[in-house]
């Protein structure tokens, strides 16, 4: 009795190990990153459901897994502080797996074939971060129109011109006054 049960339980295990899959893959070098020499240390492949994240580290060849998977949708992302790399959607039903290329919130359902990738996942970097950029080479154009630059201008403008303009508007105050009283002479 107790080697059925021994053997029993053996089979339920095995049977609930066969329907777990493994997803697994490699980044390969492209134009973005030209060697594995190249990719970082820490980056890290992370594979995400409603209801859980794991969490894989890179080897420096590039490689990548993640073992007992159960069925459901996945998706497969890397995080890397020098690079960008092709994000996955990942269907498993039961130890099938199937990837497809694809962007972060995108849904697919298990029929869909369109942007198909193979399994095991072959990924690549999209862009490289760009942290520190040279010094723009100086332009006299851009500097004068600069809000900056346009204020100052307006203010030392306004410096010169108010002035003017008052003496203006006094001399015009004064010739009306002279005007008028002409006009108030002359009727006197």
């Not at 029993?8 to 980044?27: D, H, N, R, W, Y």
């Not at 790399?85 to 099938?96: M, T």
């Not at 040279?134 to 809000?147: A, I, N, T």
Request: charged share 20%.
């Amino acid at each position: 009795m107790r080697l059925f049960f021994i053997l029993g339980l053996c089979f339920v295990c095995f049977v609930q190990m066969s329907m777990q899959a493994t997803v697994e893959g490699k980044i390969v070098p492209n134009m973005v990153m030209k060697r594995w020499k190249d990719l970082p240390y820490d980056t890290r492949a992370k594979l995400s459901s409603k209801t859980s994240i794991k969490d894989s580290p890179v080897q420096r060849n590039g490689q990548f897994s993640f073992a007992n998977i159960e069925s459901g949708t996945y998706h497969l992302r890397f995080e890397s502080v020098e690079y960008d790399f092709a994000q996955f959607h990942i269907i498993v039903n039961e130890s099938q797996v199937h990837a497809y290329y694809t962007t972060a919130g995108e849904e697919r359902s298990l029929t869909t074939a369109l942007n198909s990738a193979s399994h095991p996942i072959t990924a690549r970097a999209v862009q490289k971060h760009e942290y520190l950029q040279g010094p723009r080479k100086f332009s006299l154009f851009r500097l004068l129109k600069s809000p900056m630059m346009l204020l100052s201008l307006a203010s030392v403008g306004l410096v010169f011109i108010l002035p003017k303009m008052s003496q203006q508007a006094r001399s015009l105050e004064v010739a009306q006054q002279e005007q008028e009283a002409g006009v108030t002479k002359k009727t006197t």
